[in-house]
């Protein structure tokens, strides 16, 4: 039996034709049918053009017919025999197409425009048919290729058929009455629910008091300078969202470890010292403790992805399998800047930084769930002096567009790391920290004031009682304040009668970098 030998040097090879001996699915007929009725029918073109491309023709002669109308269609020029000519000639394409003559045979091919919608999605499915077995002959081929690496294979694989998959979900305008059923319906759950919220908890009181929780399908994006605590206060909300309220979470850690990240939620869940953690040097005690208080955290429902680098097509591609998979109800990104827009073409880091984030939000419209995506700020902020170390919209890093695409802009604010140990009327700032709402699209802004522990690495509802000192119960009453980007003026902390400020009782190192 003869040997067989194979080339495994070639690294780029034409795809796969599976279409040998086959005609590839095409309607010419329906084709000549539908572009002949744009040239009989002034307002043919707007019913197909939100189904149509141009390569969706199999005929390359139609391809460039139906070019040449969209662009007399974009100058709002009218569109007949002789301005498509005219067009075609521009274009240096008229001889292409078979001249003016073939121009005249294609409204003979139809005696009406009534049927252009249904023959233009007829041609649509066509094109599909053809995409996908280009799709299967390319990954065919690199199948074959000892040099491709089968993950990434996978991975492109099921973007590039999510991709044409995206284009073929055309979405009509709605009646308002179906919607507006929805609304009601959706108002009664939540009236039924003793939180009175209508998204997803993030388990603060007076945060989740003004959200509502976190809404279905918004992008919100939460910023911050390098040691304000972003990833201590995604990671607090994950372990309530996921603990406390058996929500599915979705956690995207780019720039640390799942170890590095699990060890912070044990830290946070157990109130063991990290160093502990880090070097499992714990006593006899403490693993006791270890051992009883991380029951909970073990069968929480927290999805931990930390690829590195992760590009928005490889991102949307684990969101929708997470959501079938396990019906995830939150997605956070740790964080923003990191990603990529590869296969996207961005022309510089501004324009990428803006695909990723309208991605992001059209994701989050897609999949219905709200996504929590960390963000750095520039370093004006250090550059402020006093109260101006308050983060601002303008300080939102790289991109405009992020500010323009999210539905909620959050800052995350420690004045004590600017040694700023109290405020205007002399309270106690040490051990707090503001979470300031600069955008809400469908809410209020405002100011929620919440208890940083370092040594814990989590975030707390903060509490106060008739005389202002700070203590933790079971049922907290936390403190707002108005936002000074949005309001005149705000509340200040109060001192006891005895002219105590609020002080949190722990010592701890001040400046800890989480």
């Known amino acids: 039996m003869a040997e067989r030998k194979y080339n495994r040097t070639q690294k780029t090879a034409e795809p796969m034709d599976l279409s040998m001996g086959k005609m590839p699915p095409q309607a010419l007929e329906l084709e000549e049918a539908v572009l002949g009725a744009m040239l009989l029918e002034k307002d043919a073109f707007a019913t197909v053009s939100e189904i149509l491309k141009p390569e969706c023709f199999y005929k390359e002669a139609h391809q460039h017919i139906y070019t040449a109308i969209t662009n007399l269609f974009g100058k709002e020029q009218p569109v007949d025999m002789l301005t498509v000519t005219e067009e075609l000639r521009r274009m240096g394409k008229i001889e292409e197409v078979g001249g003016a003559f073939y121009i005249t045979q294609l409204t003979s091919r139809v005696a009406s425009a009534a049927h252009i919608e249904y023959h233009a999605r007829i041609i649509y499915q066509k094109y599909l048919q053809r995409e996908v077995i280009h799709l299967s002959g390319t990954f065919q081929t690199k199948a074959y290729d000892e040099s491709v690496d089968v993950e990434d294979l996978l991975e492109e694989a099921e973007n590039s058929l999510f991709m044409l998959s995206q284009g073929s979900m055309k979405r009509d305008a709605t009646q308002i009455n179906p919607v507006i059923s929805d609304a009601i319906e959706k108002i009664q759950l939540a009236g039924k629910r003793t939180d009175g919220l209508s998204g997803v908890p993030s388990g603060f009181t007076e945060l989740d008091r003004i959200t509502s929780g976190w809404q279905a399908s918004d992008m919100v994006v939460i910023a911050a300078r390098p040691a304000m605590g972003k990833t201590a206060f995604v990671l607090s909300m994950a372990r309530n969202m996921a603990v406390k309220y058996k929500q599915g979470v979705a956690v995207f850690s780019l720039e640390m470890s799942n170890i590095q990240l699990v060890n912070r939620l044990i830290v946070a869940e157990t109130e063991l010292p990290a160093d502990k953690i880090k070097n499992g040097n714990l006593d006899a005690f403490e693993w006791k403790q270890l051992d009883t208080k991380i029951k909970e955290l073990i069968d929480a429902p927290i999805f931990v992805d930390d690829t590195a680098g992760l590009s928005i097509f490889e991102l949307r591609a684990k969101c929708r399998r997470l959501k079938k998979q396990h019906d995830i109800k939150i997605v956070i990104i740790d964080y923003l800047q990191l990603m990529s827009a590869s296969g996207m073409n961005p022309g510089n880091r501004q324009e990428e930084v803006s695909m990723i984030s309208r991605s992001l939000k059209g994701l989050a419209k897609e999949l219905n769930i709200p996504i929590i995506a960390l963000s750095q700020l520039n370093r004006g902020v250090e550059s402020r002096t006093g109260d101006g170390k308050r983060p601002q919209l303008s300080d939102l890093r790289e991109s405009g567009a992020i500010e323009q695409d999210a539905d909620m802009v959050l800052f995350i604010h420690r004045p004590e790391y600017y040694k700023i140990t109290e405020d205007e009327h002399g309270n106690s700032l040490i051990g707090l920290a503001e979470i300031i709402i600069a955008k809400h699209r469908n809410g209020a802004t405002g100011d929620v004031r919440l208890r940083f522990r370092p040594e814990a690495i989590r975030f707390e509802d903060l ?52």
């Open 463 to 514: 509490a106060i009682d008739n005389y202002g000192v700070g203590f933790d119960m079971d049922i907290n009453v936390p403190v707002t304040l108005g936002s000074k980007m949005n309001e005149p003026a705000s509340t200040s902390l109060p001192a006891d009668n005895f002219g105590n400020s609020f002080s949190p009782g722990n010592s701890f190192e001040r400046d800890a970098q989480f």
